[in-house]
T-cell receptor, first 112, second 113 residues
């Protein structure tokens, strides 16, 4: 079954703190793991993505950690800011198949 | 205009109405998608078009009818909908054969009374 399980459903963090969102997948054929960010009233936008040949990818304050053996990956937001408040979706796909399987999303609130 | 544009942004319709959602992309992409976004559910892929040809119909009820006249335009024709079809309908595009890099529009919020 091609599922991606995402947790937590919601997260509240203080400004400057670290936000951590976790995802787990079942299909070992998945080889592309993006994270999408969605602000209210907007469509999701690609934030950062990783392939399983690396265990970590960092872009600014955003880092993806990938554990292939555990079939888990996570998004870390360092120095979280109120402007990071949004819904975050993890996703996965395999090969050249552009059919993404999405998690249910995490609503992140960063308090000032 | 740039990116992916969807109209209308909001739509209220009765169960017996017929309406259409429109999507236009200005990115030169060859693949276009319809997704359904419901509260507390994963985004659900509905249809995929690649070079105007439908390549995916994810078991979507026939009351949803897509149309892709060219690589820049995508429509979703709606008829005899049910209240449970109320959701945010997102259009997306991607360059052909590029894995996962979807560019989404802002969505059309549909309410079925």
């Amino acid at each position: 079954q091609q599922q991606v399980k995402q947790s937590p459903q919601s997260l509240i963090v203080q400004k400057g703190g670290i936000s951590i969102i976790n995802c787990a997948y079942e299909n070992t054929a998945f080889d592309y793991f993006p994270w999408y960010q969605q602000f209210p009233g907007k469509g999701p936008a690609l934030l950062i993505a990783i392939r399983p040949d690396v265990s970590e990818k960092k872009e600014g304050r955003f880092t993806i950690s990938f554990n292939k053996s555990a079939k888990q990956f996570s998004l870390h937001i360092m120095d979280s800011q109120p402007g990071d408040s949004a819904t975050y979706f993890c996703a996965a796909s395999k090969g050249s198949n552009y059919k993404l399987t999405f998690g249910k999303g995490t609503l992140l609130t960063v308090n000032p | 205009e740039t990116g992916v544009t969807q109209t209308p942004r909001h739509l209220v319709m009765g169960m017996t109405n017929k309406k259409s959602l429109k999507c236009e992309q200005h990115l030169g992409h060859n693949a276009m998608y319809w997704y359904k976004q419901s509260a507390k559910k994963p985004l659900e892929l509905m249809f995929v078009y690649n070079f105007k040809e439908q390549t995916e119909n994810n078991s979507v009820p026939s009351r949803f009818s897509p149309e892709c006249p060219n690589s820049s335009h995508l429509f979703l024709h709606l008829h005899t909908l049910q209240p449970e079809d109320s959701a945010l309908y997102l259009c997306a595009s991607s360059p052909e054969r590029v894995t996962g890099e979807l560019f989404f529009g802002e969505g059309s919020r549909l309410t079925v009374l």
